[in-house]
Protein backbone atom coordinates (compact mmCIF):
# COMPACT_ATOMS: atom_id res chain seq x y z
CA UNK A 1 0.00 0.00 0.00
CA UNK A 2 3.05 2.23 1.13
CA UNK A 3 4.53 1.68 -2.50
CA UNK A 4 1.31 2.30 -3.76
CA UNK A 5 0.94 6.07 -2.55
CA UNK A 6 4.94 6.84 -3.45
CA UNK A 7 3.99 5.97 -6.56
CA UNK A 8 1.17 7.75 -6.89
CA UNK A 9 2.48 10.48 -5.60
CA UNK A 10 5.59 10.46 -8.11
CA UNK A 11 3.00 10.48 -10.75
CA UNK A 12 1.18 13.37 -9.50
CA UNK A 13 4.84 15.27 -8.85
CA UNK A 14 5.71 14.23 -12.89
CA UNK A 15 2.17 15.43 -14.08
CA UNK A 16 2.45 18.70 -12.27
CA UNK A 17 6.21 19.47 -13.74
CA UNK A 18 4.63 18.90 -17.02
CA UNK A 19 1.42 20.71 -16.80
CA UNK A 20 3.77 23.45 -15.46
CA UNK A 21 5.88 23.39 -18.83
CA UNK A 22 2.71 23.04 -20.42
CA UNK A 23 1.23 26.56 -19.15
CA UNK A 24 4.54 28.06 -19.67
CA UNK A 25 5.05 26.83 -23.14
CA UNK A 26 1.64 27.62 -24.34
CA UNK A 27 2.01 31.65 -22.45
CA UNK A 28 5.77 31.94 -24.50
CA UNK A 29 3.43 31.22 -27.92
CA UNK A 30 1.16 33.43 -27.08
CA UNK A 31 3.25 36.09 -26.13
CA UNK A 32 5.86 35.34 -29.10
CA UNK A 33 2.86 35.33 -31.50
CA UNK A 34 1.57 38.77 -29.72
CA UNK A 35 5.32 40.18 -30.06
CA UNK A 36 5.23 39.68 -33.73
CA UNK A 37 1.84 40.51 -33.96
CA UNK A 38 3.03 44.17 -32.51
CA UNK A 39 6.11 44.33 -35.11
CA UNK A 40 4.06 43.49 -38.03
CA UNK A 41 2.26 46.83 -37.01
CA UNK A 42 5.97 48.84 -38.35
CA UNK A 43 7.38 46.12 -40.18
CA UNK A 44 4.03 44.48 -42.33
CA UNK A 45 6.92 41.71 -43.81
CA UNK A 46 7.24 40.43 -40.45
CA UNK A 47 3.29 38.97 -41.20
CA UNK A 48 5.10 36.30 -43.61
CA UNK A 49 6.23 34.14 -40.53
CA UNK A 50 4.20 35.82 -37.71
CA UNK A 51 5.33 32.34 -35.52
CA UNK A 52 6.52 29.32 -36.51
CA UNK A 53 6.34 29.60 -40.26
CA UNK A 54 2.71 31.11 -40.18
CA UNK A 55 2.23 33.17 -43.29
CA UNK A 56 -0.30 35.85 -42.69
CA UNK A 57 0.95 38.53 -44.87
CA UNK A 58 -1.45 38.43 -47.68
CA UNK A 59 -3.69 38.86 -45.53
CA UNK A 60 -3.04 41.94 -43.18
CA UNK A 61 -2.02 43.41 -47.23
CA UNK A 62 -5.66 42.68 -47.60
CA UNK A 63 -7.42 44.16 -44.93
CA UNK A 64 -5.52 44.68 -41.63
CA UNK A 65 -8.89 44.50 -39.19
CA UNK A 66 -9.31 40.67 -40.58
CA UNK A 67 -5.48 40.14 -39.75
CA UNK A 68 -6.45 41.36 -36.56
CA UNK A 69 -9.02 38.96 -36.37
CA UNK A 70 -7.36 35.89 -37.32
CA UNK A 71 -4.79 36.43 -34.66
CA UNK A 72 -6.59 37.50 -31.78
CA UNK A 73 -8.49 33.92 -32.45
CA UNK A 74 -5.04 32.32 -32.45
CA UNK A 75 -3.99 33.78 -29.51
CA UNK A 76 -7.50 33.64 -27.68
CA UNK A 77 -7.19 29.74 -28.21
CA UNK A 78 -3.81 29.68 -26.52
CA UNK A 79 -4.67 31.75 -23.13
CA UNK A 80 -7.58 29.37 -23.27
CA UNK A 81 -5.29 26.08 -23.48
CA UNK A 82 -2.88 27.86 -21.06
CA UNK A 83 -5.97 28.75 -18.42
CA UNK A 84 -7.29 25.50 -18.78
CA UNK A 85 -3.94 23.80 -17.78
CA UNK A 86 -3.40 26.42 -15.09
CA UNK A 87 -7.00 25.48 -13.45
CA UNK A 88 -5.40 22.02 -13.32
CA UNK A 89 -2.05 23.19 -11.67
CA UNK A 90 -4.07 24.70 -8.89
CA UNK A 91 -6.25 21.37 -8.71
CA UNK A 92 -2.68 19.42 -8.42
CA UNK A 93 -1.11 21.86 -6.00
CA UNK A 94 -4.66 21.11 -3.30
CA UNK A 95 -5.01 17.73 -4.21
CA UNK A 96 -4.74 15.31 -1.06
CA UNK A 97 -4.15 11.77 -1.66
CA UNK A 98 -5.97 10.99 1.52
CA UNK A 99 -8.95 12.72 0.49
CA UNK A 100 -9.15 13.65 -2.79
CA UNK A 101 -12.94 14.38 -3.83
CA UNK A 102 -13.36 17.85 -2.30
CA UNK A 103 -16.33 20.24 -3.94
CA UNK A 104 -13.58 22.57 -4.81
CA UNK A 105 -11.55 20.74 -7.10
CA UNK A 106 -15.25 19.14 -8.19
CA UNK A 107 -15.93 22.87 -9.02
CA UNK A 108 -12.60 23.35 -10.63
CA UNK A 109 -12.90 20.58 -13.40
CA UNK A 110 -16.80 21.77 -14.36
CA UNK A 111 -14.91 24.86 -14.71
CA UNK A 112 -11.73 23.88 -16.96
CA UNK A 113 -14.80 21.80 -19.17
CA UNK A 114 -16.45 25.10 -19.95
CA UNK A 115 -13.51 27.19 -20.35
CA UNK A 116 -12.41 24.41 -23.06
CA UNK A 117 -16.12 24.41 -24.31
CA UNK A 118 -15.25 28.40 -24.96
CA UNK A 119 -12.46 27.03 -26.96
CA UNK A 120 -14.59 25.04 -29.02
CA UNK A 121 -16.53 27.65 -29.94
CA UNK A 122 -13.82 30.24 -31.01
CA UNK A 123 -12.86 27.63 -33.14
CA UNK A 124 -15.91 27.03 -34.66
CA UNK A 125 -16.24 30.36 -35.13
CA UNK A 126 -12.38 30.89 -36.24
CA UNK A 127 -12.58 27.97 -38.56
CA UNK A 128 -15.77 29.41 -40.33
CA UNK A 129 -14.60 32.81 -41.00
CA UNK A 130 -11.27 31.43 -42.10
CA UNK A 131 -13.17 29.00 -44.59
CA UNK A 132 -14.90 32.35 -45.82
CA UNK A 133 -11.32 33.96 -46.32
CA UNK A 134 -10.22 31.30 -48.28
CA UNK A 135 -12.89 31.07 -50.65
CA UNK A 136 -13.68 35.18 -50.81
CA UNK A 137 -10.34 36.12 -51.06
CA UNK A 138 -8.62 33.15 -52.30
CA UNK A 139 -6.21 33.47 -49.31
CA UNK A 140 -3.69 30.40 -48.46
CA UNK A 141 -4.50 30.47 -45.09
CA UNK A 142 -2.56 27.50 -43.22
CA UNK A 143 -3.54 26.62 -39.04
CA UNK A 144 -5.30 29.39 -37.98
CA UNK A 145 -8.58 27.11 -36.03
CA UNK A 146 -7.67 24.44 -34.05
CA UNK A 147 -9.32 21.24 -34.21
CA UNK A 148 -12.70 21.49 -32.70
CA UNK A 149 -13.46 17.92 -31.91
CA UNK A 150 -10.21 17.89 -29.54
CA UNK A 151 -11.90 20.61 -27.56
CA UNK A 152 -15.34 18.68 -27.49
CA UNK A 153 -13.62 15.99 -26.58
CA UNK A 154 -12.00 17.45 -23.66
CA UNK A 155 -14.43 19.50 -22.44
CA UNK A 156 -16.61 16.55 -22.56
CA UNK A 157 -14.48 14.16 -20.77
CA UNK A 158 -12.93 17.03 -17.75
CA UNK A 159 -17.11 17.30 -17.32
CA UNK A 160 -18.08 13.92 -17.09
CA UNK A 161 -14.79 13.50 -14.57
CA UNK A 162 -16.46 16.92 -12.67
CA UNK A 163 -19.50 14.79 -12.05
CA UNK A 164 -17.68 11.81 -10.82
CA UNK A 165 -15.72 14.06 -8.56
CA UNK A 166 -18.81 15.40 -7.29
CA UNK A 167 -20.57 12.32 -6.55
CA UNK A 168 -17.60 11.55 -4.70
CA UNK A 169 -18.18 14.11 -2.37
CA UNK A 170 -21.58 13.14 -1.86
CA UNK A 171 -19.79 9.60 -1.17
CA UNK A 172 -17.36 10.89 0.92
CA UNK A 173 -19.78 12.82 3.50
CA UNK A 174 -22.11 10.38 3.65
CA UNK A 175 -19.25 8.04 4.88
CA UNK A 176 -17.76 10.67 7.49
CA UNK A 177 -21.53 11.02 8.55
CA UNK A 178 -21.83 7.38 9.32
CA UNK A 179 -18.44 7.49 10.97
Not at 3 to 9: I, P
Not at 22 to 35: C, D, H, Q, R, S
Not at 96 to 115: D, M
Amino acid sequence: MHNMKTRTQTILTVMHVLAWIAFIGLAIEAGAILTSYGVSWVHPLAAKDLYRGMDLYDLSKYDFWLYTQMVSYIVALLVIKAYAIYLLIKIMMKVKLQSPFTAKTASRLETISYVLLGGAIISIICNAETRWLQKRMQFDIRWIGENVGEFLFMAGFVFILSQVFKRGVELQSENELTV
